[in-house]
């Protein structure tokens, strides 16, 4: 389809009597057609083309939205798709890791003390936000405000403010919400029966 170099829905109607197209309208005149004549089929052939090119521009006005909308859709699918394997190349890193060092992020499978903070909302608030790693320097991927992943180092995506509560210090609305988060913990990691009804029962 050729292509037009003006909108033809913008193009006025030439006036055919005039000087301008008296060699025209010579063409068309004869015994038959006078020049006024020829000046309206000049105009009828005029319009004719005139629908024609509008029907040409408005269908390259079309398929060039189409194309437009391709590219956007192709555009959002391959940004979906490195979003998602951004996210599936850091959950695999974080479960390489904790597989390596199972120890260090189960501390109630490895026998270790585990303040009850940590079974509150504030704590497991606070460990979803954790680094996953003891070394401050390492690089973890972290999603901005607009929704972009970048690398920052551990240390810094920890929260300063952030304080591990004491048993001793923790209120009794704390200590409800870590009861029965402690009581799922402990049967995940396999804690005999006779322990785990004994906390129950405490």
């Known amino acids: ?19 301008e197209y008296v060699a025209a309208c010579a063409h068309l005149i004869s015994n038959a057609v006078n020049n006024d004549q020829a000046a309206k089929l000049l105009a009828d052939l005029w319009v004719t083309q005139n629908q024609a090119d509008k029907w040409c521009w408005a269908t390259r006005l079309e398929e060039e939205a189409q194309a437009i909308e391709e590219d956007c859709r192709r555009v959002a699918e391959e940004e979906v798709e490195r979003h998602q394997a951004i996210l599936e190349e850091q959950e695999a890193a974080i479960t390489e890791e904790w597989k390596k060092n199972k120890s260090k992020y189960t501390p109630m499978k490895a026998g270790n003390y585990c ?30 405000t607009d929704g972009s992943h970048k690398w920052i180092p551990a240390g810094a995506a920890q929260d300063p403010k952030a304080q591990v509560l004491k048993d001793d210090n ?9 009861a029965p988060c402690m009581i799922i913990s402990m049967k995940e990691n396999d804690w005999p029966v006779d322990r785990v009804d004994m906390h129950v029962a405490f």
């Open 115 to 144: 303040e009850l903070f940590y079974f509150t909302n504030s704590g497991l608030e606070e460990a979803s936000n954790s680094s996953f790693t003891a070394d401050a320097d390492t690089l973890i991927m972290m999603t901005s």
């Open 1 to 19: 389809m050729p292509l037009l170099a003006e909108n033809p829905n913008h193009a006025v109607l030439p006036d055919f009597r005039t000087e």
């Open 170 to 178: 923790l209120t009794w609305e704390q200590f409800n919400e870590a």
